[in-house]
């Protein structure tokens, strides 16, 4: 199993321009995540979903969107990038939810490094 | 005020050396805590997971988990060079303070760079 991937790894943007940042996950998670991580505030959930086709927003939503056609891939969309958009970006998958029984618990992909200029 | 206090660090220590990395909180709604291991340039890896109150231990690795006093700390045994990575905790409550059903929300401390010196 390759787990939680992305695409792409490293990218830099322009302020204005859009892209799209891919996660997939082999393990038949219901579950998906995507975080942003900058020194000094740890990582923070900008969107989430809870299975195919559902999608919420998290603590930091704006200026992104997402999608979840299929249940194994969660895309992340920048429509207008901007520098404070310049961060870290790691996709997450768990089984479930909130059991209890550990199944809730969330892996990780590599991130991908988002640079706008 | 932030919901998980975090001492960012650096943290260096000797080869073979106990270190102990700690995690307060504010919100006693709190009942699963975590350790995610982060090595530089890679995505956060589970470490440790505990529910409620208590130790538990794994090989080098012992989490303990103090909910009278909202703190939450990691112990490295025999500490190796390997172990050089930032350390994060995380924590989440019972239930889902999102609003979407069984959606789990994860509060991360900012995390801890160790460094173990050969």
């Known amino acids: 199993n390759a787990g939680v991937t992305q695409t792409p790894k490293f990218r830099v943007l322009k302020t204005g321009q859009s892209m799209t940042l891919l996660c997939a996950q082999d393990?038949?998670?219901?579950?998906m995540y995507w975080y942003r991580q900058d020194p000094g505030m740890g990582l923070r959930l900008i969107h989430y979903s809870v299975g195919e086709g559902t999608t919420a927003k998290g603590e930091v939503p704006d200026g992104y969107n997402v999608s979840r056609l299929k249940k194994q891939n969660f895309l992340l969309g920048l429509e207008s990038a901007a520098p404070s958009q310049t961060s870290v970006y790691f996709c997450?998958?768990?089984?479930?939810?909130?059991?209890?029984?550990?199944?809730?618990?969330?892996?990780f992909g590599p991130g991908t490094r988002l640079l706008v200029l | 005020q932030k919901e998980v206090e975090q001492d960012p660090g650096p943290l260096s220590v000797p080869e073979g050396a106990i270190v102990s990395l700690n995690c307060t909180y504010s919100n006693s709604a709190f009942q699963y805590f975590m350790w995610y291991r982060q090595y530089s340039r890679k995505g956060p890896e589970l470490l440790m997971y505990t529910y409620s109150s208590g130790n538990k231990e794994d090989g080098r690795f012992t989490a303990q988990v103090d909910k009278s006093s909202k703190y939450i700390s990691l112990f490295i045994r025999d500490s190796q060079p390997s172990d050089s990575a930032t350390y994060l905790c995380?924590?989440?409550?019972?239930?889902?303070?999102?609003?979407?059903?069984?959606?789990?929300?994860?509060?991360f401390g900012q995390g801890t760079r160790l460094t173990i010196n050969p």
């Open positions: 393990m038949n998670h219901e579950y």
């Open positions: 995380a924590m989440s409550a019972i239930r889902n303070p999102l609003g979407a059903q069984g959606a789990q929300k994860l509060v």
């Open positions: 997450a998958s768990s089984y479930t939810g909130t059991s209890g029984n550990g199944n809730e618990t969330q892996y």
